[in-house]
């Protein structure tokens, strides 16, 4: 069992993870920045532009959850008497909306409010801290770096919302404190999409003047097949050679888990109710599209039909929307 992995593609360059040492950070990932209806409508925003990141911050929760590794949650809000929002960031905006102000899910960024909580697909899981925070910053007025160094924690691994604010400021704080920061591109989104792809230059820039980026795929290929997830896990068999270990399972279907074929095992055609994202950990497997080798990442959508086979035998994770119906 490895304790230290590479990304042979983050940039700027190629980065060293210590296993034993990262933690998974999930920026405000709540209802109130969201989903229609919440503070980020009430500032003109266009909500759905969001939406894409959330099953890919989901693939994380699951890869993190998985590994044993440390997972930390942020939630910006404030007192309902407002003592700790400061009156310039209550009055910006542009549509007369302010923090506070009553919208469809409550009070905007209110603690304690239905819109101020965590999405159902990210929500945090038992034990899982979850940092509640007046400002942009995980930093600002928290135990955050406290907590962190207690646990030993030297590298953070960034995803959420939104790129250019929480997530871009909450980076720079921690760099300024010491860490290395770790931002994954595909798991954070902006409501101004070239906002996101400017942070992310600069984040790499002089030489990773923040830190380094990488991608859903590629860190999840690191850290789990590092396998320090292996005694853990319940497998069942699934049809003869196909076995499956599953990881978590949403009422609405969606569900993250492992596949493991054995050499010349095969899963017969069958229909897929909705997105299935496959992860090759080991081995490879092929379909009518072509052969999947470690490492590659495949994405099928709902309604494809295909049939799945392992000549050599492989490792996979994947998260799919339920039923998949055998034909």
């Known amino acids: 069992m490895k304790t230290e992995v590479k990304l042979t593609h983050s940039r700027p360059g190629p980065k060293k993870l210590s296993i034993t040492t990262t933690a998974l950070v999930v920026i405000d990932m709540q209802r109130d920045f969201l989903e229609q209806g919440g503070y980020g409508t009430a500032l003109g ?151 996101k792809e400017s942070v992310i230059e600069m984040f790499v820039s002089q030489g990773g003047i923040v830190g380094w980026t990488t991608t859903v795929n590629e860190l999840l290929f690191a850290v789990l097949s590092a396998q320090t997830w292996i005694d853990k896990v319940t497998w069942n068999t699934l049809r003869p050679g196909l076995r499956k270990a599953s990881l978590c399972r949403d009422a609405d279907g969606w569900e993250s888990a492992f596949l493991s074929y054995e050499a010349g095992a095969r899963a017969p055609l069958h229909r897929h109710a909705g997105t299935e994202r496959i992860l090759i950990l080991k081995g490879s497997q092929r379909d009518a599209h072509g052969t999947y080798e470690a490492g590659r990442g495949v994405e099928n959508l709902p309604g494809s039909v295909h049939e799945v086979e392992s000549q050599s035998g492989c490792l996979l994770f994947i998260d799919w929307d339920l039923p998949v119906e055998f034909l």
């Open 45 to 195: 925003n266009e909500v759905t532009l969001l939406a894409p990141c959330i099953p890919q911050v989901r693939r994380l929760l699951a890869g993190f959850r998985a590994a044993g590794l440390p997972v930390f949650h942020t939630l910006e809000g404030h007192q309902p008497d407002l003592s700790d929002c400061p009156p310039f960031k209550r009055e910006h905006g542009t549509t007369g909306l302010r923090i506070g102000d009553r919208g469809p899910w409550g009070r905007y960024l209110i603690l304690g409010e239905p819109g101020n909580s965590i999405i159902p697909a990210c929500r945090p899981w038992a034990g899982e801290v979850t940092l509640e925070k007046p400002g942009k910053g995980a930093f600002y007025k928290t135990r955050f770096e406290e907590v962190l160094k207690a646990q030993n924690i030297k590298t953070l691994v960034l995803c959420g919302v939104t790129t250019e604010v929480c997530v871009q400021t909450t980076a720079r704080e921690a760099a300024d404190r010491g860490f290395e920061v770790l931002l994954v591109t595909d798991a954070t989104a902006s409501y101004i999409p070239a906002f």
